[in-house]
């Protein structure tokens, strides 16, 4: 599956998709949030390197924040992350880019949020549940993913915001969906 980043334009008059940089990262401040600081622009799996960056920023943010801290600023993240997935998507021209990561930084911190205190194997179990997730996208994660990529950015005035929304969604999901594994398999 070529990456959507790198495809042609869907409409003949659309404008050129934008390959992101670090020129381009630093544009805007909603780029730099929504290309998780940079994890995104790595060329090899860039939704694993903004989880794995997620991962290390949550063990970083422990050391200074209390759960419930780190619980707001995961509330704060979510709209902020709505709103740079937006602009973002729009920059580049792409509904759904690949680049944009903050969907996994902010969804894996919900998961680690929810699962630590715990062993390294655990959040290693948490790391690999989520990619599954959120990279093969079964069931409601795929249902998440597809329900904005129809919008028409050419006739819907709405479509970067519907764009932005819904890269997030998809994440959320998948943050879910490994939350219920988890939770079954301590119940069991």
Avoid: Y
Wanted: charged content about 10%; overall charge neutral.
């Amino acid at each position: 599956m070529p990456d959507s980043a790198t495809t042609a334009p869907s409409h003949p008059h659309a404008a050129p998709r934008v390959r992101p940089n670090a020129r381009f990262m630093l544009a805007h401040p909603a780029h730099c949030i929504a290309l998780g600081f940079g994890a995104g622009l790595s060329p090899w799996a860039p939704g694993t390197a903004g989880t794995l960056w997620a991962w290390l920023a949550f063990l970083v943010l422990q050391l200074w924040l209390t759960p419930q801290q780190i619980g707001w600023l995961i509330a704060a993240s979510l709209p902020l992350g709505w709103w740079a997935c937006s602009v973002t998507a729009r920059d580049m021209r792409v509904l759904d880019p690949g680049p944009i990561v903050w969907d996994e930084v902010v969804a894996f911190w919900i998961v680690l949020w929810l699962v630590l205190p715990a062993g390294f194997l655990a959040q290693l179990l948490a790391f690999a549940l989520f990619r599954f997730f959120d990279a093969a996208k079964p069931g409601p994660v795929a249902w998440a993913d597809q329900l904005f990529h129809g919008v028409d950015p050419t006739t819907d005035r709405l479509a970067w915001p519907k764009a932005g929304f819904g890269i997030m969604l998809d994440d959320l999901v998948a943050a879910f969906c490994t939350l219920i594994v988890i939770a079954l398999w301590r119940f069991w």
